[in-house]
């Protein structure tokens, strides 16, 4: 008799609308303390490894062939924006760029040429500033964890490599 009560108890508080809450995984990231019934599903980022580098998209030269300084000089070249997500779309991706910060350049699955300029004053005579240009880059790998109205947590895995910048360093000045 007790046991009925008590799942009668039970469902008028369901069926009121009273929220439960239940602790997810103790070891869990931020976000996912608690999973209350009757919510729609919740997903979020967790990373394994992000990773900022660079990619040399090519290289310019200035060039001062008098035998005077140069007051000063410009080059320019190309370097490539691109977006390679893996594991989603563009759902999943907003949900990288919010835990990483930094968002891309372009749409996933685009590539895009970009023109890349350099300047640089009182080039030596007869010499040549030397450039490196091309994109900065992020890489990260993690994965999107969603839990459901049930707080059943899926997991899948995704990796996302971008652009995210112009990369110019100077190299030197090189005689002719």
């Given at each position: ?21 239940i ?15 009757g ?32 007051s ?6 190309s ?9 989603g ?22 590539e ?17 500033a ?47």
């Amino acid at each position: 008799m007790k046991k009925v009560i008590l799942c009668l108890v039970c469902s008028i508080m369901l069926g009121m609308g009273m929220q439960t809450s239940i602790k997810a995984n103790e070891n869990e990231s931020k976000g996912s303390e608690v999973c209350p019934f009757g919510m729609s599903s919740y997903s979020y980022y967790e990373e394994a490894i992000t990773r900022h580098s660079s990619k040399q998209g090519g290289t310019a030269r200035i060039i001062n062939r008098s035998n005077t300084v140069l007051s000063s000089g410009s080059a320019s070249g190309s370097r490539t924006a691109y977006l390679t997500f893996t594991g989603g779309g563009s759902a999943e991706f907003d949900l990288v760029v919010a835990k990483v910060g930094v968002d891309a350049e372009v749409s996933i699955g685009k590539e895009e040429t970009l023109a890349v300029s350099a300047n640089i004053t009182n080039i030596p005579p007869n010499s040549y500033a030397y450039f490196k240009t091309g994109s900065e880059t992020l890489l990260t790998q993690g994965k999107i964890i969603t839990y459901d109205s049930f707080c059943n947590e899926t997991s899948k895995k995704v990796n996302a490599d971008y652009s995210v910048g112009q990369y110019i360093e100077f190299m030197g000045f090189f005689s002719n």
